[in-house]
């Protein structure tokens, strides 16, 4: 018997869904039942009627699934990958926002811990970001984790007084406008996508900016054959399966090394390891619950 069959057998024998980050290995996102951006995964493990979830990504997308799904079994393929940019709030700067402001709304990009959304009034993705924000009553935002996002996002709502955070994407934010410009001289034909994980003055250089299904579509619709693309590199599997006469071009910098940590094999053996199944405080789980279900919600 193969690794497919026996990953196929498995699934069947425990009534398993595999979701997928489309940042995680190309081999198993040709596994995964599912493959899409953050607020794609939360939306589908809400509809999944499997009794157990297996969650290829980073650890706080392991726990949106399981603060929205408390009554199935969900496993992180390795529970060591996690994303240093979730880290990057803390409670003392959400506790100072709320004293200084009576008009305030704390929204927190999906790439959080778990106790930071539980904090929060509205989770958001960098594909519903801004729209999420326009619907907000509040005139001050705190936008946390990410400042790139959150600067972003400001400038689509100058209505807005948009608080930012110091955090940001380690990949994303170490690229500078002479890395892509060095692509873009080897590269002069090619139409620029960017997440807007990026700074400021790589945006600027930018075609199209962009969430990573965003980035995904663009690319699909679009005329041009040739594209830089400033994100994940291993969004490269799900661009070249979509589009196999297309060309793209990526930063060698731009490798996630916690998505990285994931192998095929793990699927195999995820869910017999302790460790790697998702447990939350009921407590804890209530409070983050009303932010993710306020996202599902204000993004549709």
Known sequence: MNFTDKL??????????????????????????????SFYLAQKGRELTNKRIIMA???????????????KKVYNLN???DCPMAHMANEKDIVDMRNKYDDLAVVTYVNSTIETK???????????????????????????????LGAYVSEELPDKNFIFNKGACPRHNQISKEDLLALKDLHPRAKVLAHPEC????LDLSDYIGSTKGIINEASKSSADEFIVVTVKAIRYELERLNPDKTFY???????????MHKKEDLLTCMDDPFNEVKIDEDLRQKALKPLERMLELGK
Not at 118 to 142: G, H, P, Q, R
């Open 79 to 81: 529970w060591l990958a």
């Open 57 to 71: 990504g980073v650890y706080f997308m392991g726990e949106t699934i399981k603060t929205l799904n408390p009554d």
């Open 199 to 202: 700074k400021r003055e790589v």
């Open 250 to 260: 990526f930063l060698d910098k731009l490798t996630c090394l916690n998505m990285n």
């Open 118 to 148: 539980a904090l929060s009034d509205v989770c958001v993705t960098s594909s519903n970001a801004a729209k999420i924000c326009k619907k907000l009553k509040e005139k001050n935002i705190f936008f946390i984790p990410d400042k790139n």
């Open 8 to 37: 196929n057998a498995l699934k069947k024998e425990k009534d398993v869904a595999i979701l997928a980050h489309y940042y995680v290995d190309e081999e198993i996102q040709a596994l995964a039942d599912y493959v899409g951006d």
